[in-house]
């Protein structure tokens, strides 16, 4: 429903710019011009005439159909020329010797010989009569390895068939390609170990997804690599981050129970009888291959595959996407590319975490600056409250808990000569200038006086102290007292 009703949406959007266009024609509509609101905006032709007619306007049919006849023509002959040009060349190979002989289910390296050879731009296809290279098919990536022999070495960039006669696309090291001459043909088995858990992981990806989003999922095309499995599957919304994490917490599970993954050869409807799942739309041999995986997995499947789950190791997906209505697409990884996955998000989110340290740091630089300039302003205020004194001025007062020495700074600046004390709840800080000081008076007497009378320890330079306050009650009292013994000149050095 959800689908149809998109699908309404998209149609609904065609015709409404495919009536704004046709109210642009005041005269009949040529059959080019019927034919591009068909091919390149979607609005069906028998719209564009009825439309028309409403307005009294007529349409050139006969130029429509003859403009469509020609596009036809047009695609028939590419895809003509691209037979003639890529692929009849191997089909006369494949009709002069036959089919190849695949060997690759069950050997990584054989004993072959050159039966031709097509040269390229840049490259070499060479075609054996026997080979364990798979040729790229059912979604699965072809192999790479080395064909090596007296006169011949040359490193296999894939491998690809045509009908079922298998090419390897191949840049030659050393030597030359002789027809006749017998090569050893050797399959790059990492790579091919890898990709043949790629593609067992393909497999448990359907299933978990049907477990998960129910009997709607269908496959609708997949690739297959060595570090990387890419899975489209029909469905009519995104997947939520739960789904997601529960299909891959089912794979995983299924992988850590090791589970035999076998393969047996029968015929076709023998193997849909068996309940094996079949891909839409894919064309199939009288005897095909039917893959297993325990009792959670069958389908058919000429691909290369792992001989347990337990050799997957680890699933972990990577992406959920749209690629079209109605069909998502997964990324996963298993095995060595699921370590480097994850090896790699967690470095980028050490690198985050360092980035964002970073700009914390720098945010507090900016806080702790702008605190600091705040400050400056606030206490410079307290200016006023100074009071003139032998050659200079003397404020001695009572501040809420703040920098006491940022305090003192921007007081001693404001003030220039003089005498500055001020004390908190929990603190006092004293700041004599250079005049004063030479005059005998001493910031740290000052401080250790005030720290003392409240139970508490002070203490500092001539110029500038600062210590604590235990009891504050006495606060008051004690700061009275300090500023009397100043204005007396009683607290000497």
Not at 54 to 76: C, H, P
Not at 169 to 182: Q, T, W, Y
Not at 237 to 254: G, Q
Request: hydrophobic share 40%; charged share 30%.
């Amino acid at each position: 429903k959800n689908t149809i009703k998109k699908e309404e949406e998209r149609f609904k959007l065609t015709l409404d710019r495919g009536y704004k266009m046709l109210e642009e024609f005041t005269a009949d509509i040529s059959g080019e011009d019927a034919f591009k609101l068909y091919d390149t905006y979607g609005f069906p032709f028998e719209l564009t005439k009825e439309i028309a007619e409403e307005r009294g306007l007529k349409v050139d049919e006969q130029g429509f159909k003859l403009a469509m006849r020609k596009q036809k023509e047009r695609a028939k002959a590419a895809a003509a020329k691209i037979s003639l040009t890529d692929d009849l060349k191997y089909v006369a190979i494949e009709n002069e010797f036959g089919s190849t002989n695949f060997t690759g289910y069950h050997s990584t390296c054989e004993n072959a010989k050159i039966i031709a050879a097509v040269e390229g731009n840049g490259y070499t296809d060479i075609v054996l009569d026997k080979t364990p290279f798979y040729a790229e098919s059912g979604g699965q990536v072809g192999d790479t390895g080395i064909l090596e022999g007296e006169n011949l070495k040359a490193e296999v960039l894939t491998t690809f068939k045509v009908n079922k006669l298998f090419v390897h696309r191949a840049n030659v090291i050393n030597g030359e390609v002789i027809i006749g001459d017998s090569v050893k043909a050797r399959i790059d088995e990492a790579r091919r170990a890898q990709i043949r858990l790629h593609h067992s992981a393909a497999h448990l990806l359907q299933a978990a997804l049907i477990k998960v989003l129910g009997d709607e999922v269908r496959q609708a095309g997949s690739q297959v690599k060595e570090n990387r499995t890419r899975f489209d599957f029909s469905f009519s919304r995104a997947m939520t981050s739960r789904e997601i994490a529960d299909v891959e917490a089912i794979m995983n599970n299924w992988i850590w129970e090791g589970l035999d993954i076998c393969t047996v050869e029968m015929a076709i409807e023998e193997a849909k009888r068996t309940g094996a799942i079949a891909l839409f739309g894919e064309k199939y041999d009288e005897v095909v291959r039917v893959v297993t995986m325990g009792s959670i997995s069958k389908e058919l499947c000429a691909g290369t595959h792992a001989q347990n789950t337990g050799y997957m190791g680890l699933a972990k997906i990577i992406s959920e996407s749209a690629i079209a209505a109605g069909t998502r697409r997964i990324e996963l990884a298993v095995s060595k590319a699921a370590y480097e996955v994850l090896n790699k998000l967690i470095e980028n989110e050490k690198r985050r975490v360092t980035e964002l340290d970073g700009k914390y740091k720098d945010t507090q630089k900016e806080i702790a600056h702008v605190r600091e300039q705040s400050a400056r302003r606030e206490f410079a205020k307290m200016s006023v409250k100074a009071n003139d004194f032998d050659i200079g001025k003397l404020l001695i007062t009572r501040v809420n808990e703040g920098d006491l020495k940022i305090g003192a700074e921007a007081l001693a600046k404001k003030l220039g000569e003089s005498i500055i004390v001020l004390a908190s709840k929990t603190s006092v800080t004293a700041r004599v200038s250079d005049g004063f000081v030479k005059k005998g008076f001493n910031a740290g007497q000052i401080v250790s006086e005030i720290s003392k009378a409240t139970g508490a320890n002070g203490g500092g330079r001539p110029n500038f102290a600062q210590g604590g306050v235990k009891d504050a009650a006495k606060l008051d009292e004690v700061l009275e007292k300090v500023e009397n013994d100043i204005k007396n000149r009683t607290v000497t050095a």
